[in-house]
């Protein structure tokens, strides 16, 4: 990985709060070392949404029920593709208890980050 790409990748990590200063930073550097190109770019990200942000954050974790619950819905719109009416109800049951368990996941790692962020 580059050292820019190490930097974006620490940036979509960071304190969506601060993401603009944080952007802003290594554009202005980038601009100052003649990589006009890497600049440009770099100033064109943009700030993600505060959910986006916390999906990215919780997926960086690791969370086994988020991971879980993407593949689900992998698996539930490739039979919705194929009009698998029966493996979308079994799916879609499946679906509301893989989704409980994501939401107690996530809220215990957005708890454990703010215990974090506060101490």
């Given at each position: ?25 290594p554009a202005k550097q980038a601009r100052e070392g003649g990589?006009?190109?890497?600049a440009s770019a770099i100033k064109e990200l943009r700030r ?72």
């Amino acid at each position: 990985m580059s050292s820019w790409a190490a930097r974006i990748d620490a940036l979509y990590a960071g304190d969506p709060a601060q993401f603009v200063a944080a952007r802003d930073a290594p554009a202005k550097q980038a601009r100052e070392g003649g990589e006009k190109a890497a600049a440009s770019a770099i100033k064109e990200l943009r700030r993600p949404s505060l959910g986006a942000w916390y999906a990215n954050v919780a997926a960086r974790a690791g969370l086994v029920s988020l991971r879980e619950w993407l593949d689900l819905g992998a698996t539930l719109r490739a039979a919705q593709a194929r009009l698998d009416l029966r493996t979308v109800a079994d799916l879609g049951a499946r679906r509301a208890r893989v989704e409980g368990r994501v939401i107690a996941a996530l809220s215990a790692h957005r708890a454990a980050l703010e215990e974090r962020t506060h101490a």
